[in-house]
């Protein structure tokens, strides 16, 4: 029983293509539970002040500093 290399190849290809499917189907199960990006904010952009300057403490900046503290 000799195996000639046309079966070999057909064998590493069932298996290579499980794997795919396999690595895909994981994938897929996972996707679900993923939060969905949140929706772009909407508000339109505050003006510049007539004076100049316009720094706002927002939700932003306590963000960053609180992961900037040590």
């Known amino acids: 029983m000799s ?3 046309t079966s070999r190849l057909n064998r590493r290809r069932l298996f290579a293509g499980a794997g795919t499917v ?3 189907a994981a ?4 996707m679900p539970g993923l939060p969905s990006a949140p ?3 909407t508000a339109e952009p505050r003006p ?3 004076k100049g300057g316009g720094y706002t403490v927002s939700e932003h900046v306590k963000r960053y500093y609180q992961t900037t503290r040590v």
Do not use: L, R
Not at 27 to 30: D, G, I, M, Q, S
């Open 27 to 30: 994938v897929t199960a996972v």
């Open 48 to 50: 510049a002040p007539a």
């Open 39 to 41: 929706a772009a904010a």
């Open 3 to 5: 195996q000639t290399p």
């Open 22 to 24: 396999g690595a895909v």
